[in-house]
C-alpha cells in the first residue's frame, strides 16, 4: 500500500515538473533558468537542514509526551516516588530533543504575553531578520535587549 502511495507522489510530481516546464518554455529561457536556481538553492537547503529529518524527531517527541501526560492523567496514586518517576521520564524524553533555540524562544515569549493580554511594551523587540530565521538557527541572539 504504501508502495502505491510513493509512486502516486512520484508521479503528480513528475507530471506537475513536466507541466511547468512547457510553462516555462513559452516564457523565455531566463525564467526557465531562475526558476531552476530556485529550486537548486531550496532543495539544498533542504537536505542540509534536514527538515524531514526534524519533522519525524518533532512528531516523535510529541507522542512521546502526549504518552507521558496520559500516564499522568489516569495514575491514581499520588506517592512522591510516583512524581519523581514522571519527572524522570520527562527529563528522559528532554535529553533527546535538540538544543532550544534563543530566538524562538523569545518569539514564543512574546506570543504568549500577547495572548495573556500584557501590554505590548512588556514585550522583547525583535528585529526582523531575527524573525524571518527564528525557526532554523539564531542569529545574533546575544543583540536581542528587553526595552525596559
Not at 520527562?90 to 538544543?99: F, G, S, T, Y
Amino acid at each position: 500500500m504504501i508502495d502505491f502511495i510513493v509512486f502516486q507522489c512520484f508521479l503528480s510530481a513528475l507530471a506537475g515538473t513536466a507541466i511547468i516546464a512547457l510553462i516555462l518554455g513559452k516564457m523565455g529561457s531566463t525564467w526557465a533558468l531562475l526558476l531552476a536556481v530556485l529550486v537548486t538553492v531550496f532543495s539544498i537547503l533542504d537536505l542540509t537542514i534536514g527538515t524531514t529529518k526534524m519533522a519525524r524527531l518533532h512528531h516523535d517527541l510529541a507522542r512521546r509526551f502526549i504518552f507521558l501526560e496520559k500516564k499522568i492523567i489516569s495514575s491514581t496514586d499520588q506517592a512522591d516516588d510516583c512524581c519523581a518517576g514522571y519527572s524522570a521520564e520527562r527529563l528522559d524524553i528532554e535529553a533527546d530533543e535538540p538544543p532550544p533555540m534563543a530566538v524562538l524562544n523569545i518569539v514564543c515569549h512574546n506570543e504568549m504575553l500577547r495572548a495573556m493580554g500584557y501590554p505590548i511594551g512588556d514585550q522583547v523587540e525583535i528585529k526582523w531578520y531575527h524573525r524571518w530565521f527564528c525557526n532554523w538557527f539564531d542569529w545574533k541572539e546575544y543583540s536581542i535587549r528587553n526595552k525596559q
